[in-house]
C-alpha cells in the first residue's frame, strides 16, 4: 500500500504502527489516533452504527483474493472443507460489494439532504 499508492502520490506518513488486532484499530481510530487501511467487511458494523466513516483508498478501491493455507493432513478433514465451503457461500461477490456501496452513499446523500432540509 505504501509503496504502491502512497509514495508514488508523494503522501509520506509521518509515523506507521503496524497493529496487529482488529479491535485495537478500530478503537485507535475512534479515538482519533490515526487511520487505517482495513477491509470494508471488517468493519462495516461500526461503519453501519455511525462509528467510524469508509472511504475508498482508490478510486477503485483495492481488492484481495483471499485465500486458506493449511497443512495438508488437515485439508483433508470434513470440518475444515465445510468451513471453506461456508466461507465461499456467504462472501460478498464483487457486484454486491458494489450494490452496498452505492446502496450506503444514497442512504448518506439521503440522510445529509433530510438534515439540511430539517435546519
Not at 69 to 93: G, Q, V, W
Amino acid at each position: 500500500m505504501l509503496n504502491d499508492v502512497l509514495l508514488p502520490a508523494g503522501a509520506v506518513p509521518g509515523r506507521i504502527e503496524e497493529v496487529m488486532l482488529t479491535e485495537a484499530i478500530t478503537e485507535l481510530v475512534k479515538a482519533e489516533l490515526g487511520v487505517s487501511v482495513i477491509a470494508r467487511w471488517a468493519v462495516k458494523p461500526l461503519v453501519a452504527s455511525g462509528a467510524l466513516v469508509a472511504r475508498r483508498f482508490t478510486a477503485r478501491g483495492i481488492h484481495r483474493r483471499w485465500s486458506a493455507a493449511m497443512p495438508k493432513d488437515l485439508a483433508k478433514t470434513d470440518f475444515i472443507r465445510e468451513f471453506i465451503d461456508l466461507l465461499a457461500r456467504n462472501a460478498p461477490s464483487e457486484a454486491q460489494a458494489k450494490r452496498a456501496w452505492v446502496s450506503s452513499r444514497i442512504t448518506a446523500a439521503k440522510s445529509s439532504t433530510s438534515a439540511s432540509i430539517r435546519s
